[in-house]
């Protein structure tokens, strides 16, 4: 049995530690998956806010503290939901820094 989930992945410019990260997580995951790219530039983040809050995804991936900035101001409270039985919508944030740091933090607010 697979279980899958849509995933929106913002990454913040095109750098080559991101496009690692970005390759990593489609290495692993093999569900649908959309990627924005703030292309280094916070005025791209409305268009970007807009797709994604037009279309929720199930989950959000951040790589990169401009975009995990942009997530967390723009999705930290999840997605509204449609329907009262369906699912909250759940968020995660993936900020790269320093090389190979990783740090992740989980929006549990729907749980």
Known sequence: M????EVSIITSQDLPI???AYEGFNHIYKGETIRYDLKGNLRESDKIIRK???EPPDLIVAIGLLAATVAKENFSKGFTDDELNSPAHDSLWCMLTRGATTKIFIHEENF
């Open 18 to 20: 991101y496009e690692q």
């Open 52 to 54: 994604i809050s037009d």
């Open 2 to 5: 697979s279980f899958a989930v």
